[in-house]
């Protein structure tokens, strides 16, 4: 799987030897969106969607198009590895969480935290991570699926 390249990649990448450069994500007009949410709270909260965007070849660095189901469970949780649907220009991963619940007026909101890890498509010595987050309703028994978007507000990436 391509995403096992992706990781050997980063793997190889050395704390001595890469440089790692940020980005400001208000630099950045990239959104993902979220298809099919839908979240509750049993036993433990759990999620659902997939997630898409579509890539910019020229934009700097350049992006890839995407997309991802994922699923989880537990608010403050570790990352999920999503699926990949899609063959994208290259290697990806996708990883979603639970960040703690937000409760206001009385109603309880999920926070998700979405990252995409992906090797740059000009330079395959270089990976790029984006992270972004959104709020959303736990809907699994008062609201149909939802849609939303999420905005990257995190960019890094190491050469």
Not at 101 to 115: D, F, H, W
Not at 130 to 149: I, V
Request: net charge negative; glycine share 8%.
């Amino acid at each position: 799987m391509r995403v096992s390249s992706l990781l050997a990649t980063a793997a190889a990448a050395s704390t001595t030897s890469a440089a790692v450069m940020r980005l400001a994500a208000s630099s950045i007009s990239w959104k993902w969106t979220v298809t099919g949410w839908k979240a509750g709270c049993d036993e433990q909260c759990y999620y659902d969607f997939n997630v898409t965007a579509v890539g910019n070849s020229t934009g700097k660095p350049p992006t890839p198009s995407f997309k991802a189901y994922c699923s989880g469970e537990g608010e403050g949780a570790s990352y999920q590895v999503c699926q990949s649907l899609e063959e994208s220009e290259t290697d990806y991963k996708v990883e979603a969480k639970l960040l703690a619940g937000n409760s206001t007026g009385g109603s309880r909101r999920a926070q998700i935290q979405v990252s995409l890890q992906y090797t740059d498509l000009e330079t395959p010595s270089t990976w790029w991570n984006y992270t972004g987050k959104a709020e959303a309703l736990y809907n699994e028994y008062a609201a149909p699926f939802m849609n939303f978007t999420i905005t990257p507000d995190t960019v890094y990436g190491v050469a």
